[in-house]
């Protein structure tokens, strides 16, 4: 099997002519195959490509169940599924907060890393190195979802997909929620132990029924098995805005899914 080197993967950013730009990273170290060093020499060559550097540091080990008198409709929540709710609380802590396995280990890895900064918010936190990442991070309230993430897009940024399609691209939330669709509502426990409310995005399964309207804004380029895309965040959000304003069910990922369902709608009422 071939073995990838930190050179390759630095030869493919600069192959798509993003070297030096700021970017929002997903990824997945599987998808290489076999990389030199594993995903810290992943990391390095994303640092000493980039000028600010952003990872998904969702974190879900504070989630609670939905108290009895706050309960709003159409907000993809079957409450049902909380009558028996027997996790333990755990205050979200920023400090020492987990990361969900789904982030992938780049991410979890970055997190680590010094100079990393996250974002504290208990749903969608955010990991940032870079320059302006203090900006970009600070005063993440509870909400709103990806305050990060559009403070990025202000300041020109790039989404790169290392290995993952575009259900993994949380860019398109901000899509949704032009067109007017409003965040779901969660419950979480906070560093006092307060049980509050939090703003969290919709499913994303379904986004991947996007591709075929992109393919004009996507770059790709390939380091051994895995497919890196970029695009420009405010024209691919953008353009993204106007597939889903035109045909709203095109995100749906199935039929049975009551957060896509909702999420089209419009999101929470009578909140």
């Not at 409709?73 to 802590?93: L, V």
């Not at 032009?178 to 779901?184: A, T």
């Not at 979480?188 to 409310?197: A, E, F, L, P, Y």
């Not at 309207?213 to 895995?226: A, F, R, S």
Request: net charge positive; charged share 25%.
């Amino acid at each position: 099997m071939k073995i990838i080197t930190y050179e390759e993967i630095k030869q493919a950013f600069e192959e798509l002519k993003i070297v030096g730009k700021r970017v929002v990273i997903h990824s997945s170290l599987s998808s290489f195959g076999n990389v030199e060093g594993g995903e810290n020499t992943v990391i390095k060559a994303i640092q000493n490509s980039f000028k600010t550097v952003m990872m998904p540091a969702f974190c879900w080990d504070s989630n609670t169940y939905p108290p009895k008198g706050d309960r709003p409709f159409r907000n993809g929540c079957d409450y049902a599924f909380y009558d028996n709710w027997s996790k333990k609380d755990k205050p979200f802590i920023v400090q020492y907060a987990g990361i969900e396995k789904s982030m992938g280990i780049i991410s979890k890895t970055f997190l680590s890393v010094k100079g990393v900064e996250r974002s504290d918010h208990p749903w969608h936190s955010w990991a940032c190195y870079g320059e302006y990442s203090d900006k970009i991070i600070e005063n993440h309230s509870y909400e709103t979802t990806n305050l990060p993430l559009e403070r990025l897009l202000e300041l020109d940024g790039h989404i790169v997909l290392i290995g993952v399609d575009l259900s993994s691209c949380t860019a398109i939330h901000i899509a949704e929620e032009r067109v007017g669709r409003q965040p779901l509502i969660r419950w979480v426990v906070d560093k006092n132990g307060i049980t509050r409310r939090v703003r969290a995005s919709s499913c994303g399964k379904g986004f991947i029924n996007l591709n075929k309207y992109c393919e004009k804004i996507l770059k790709q380029t390939k380091v051994g098995n895995c497919i890196i895309t970029t695009m420009p965040m405010e024209p691919f959000i953008s353009h993204i805005t106007s597939v889903i304003s035109k045909n709203p069910e095109i995100t749906k990922c199935s039929s049975t899914c009551i957060k896509c369902r909702d999420s089209i709608l419009g999101g929470p009422i009578n909140e």
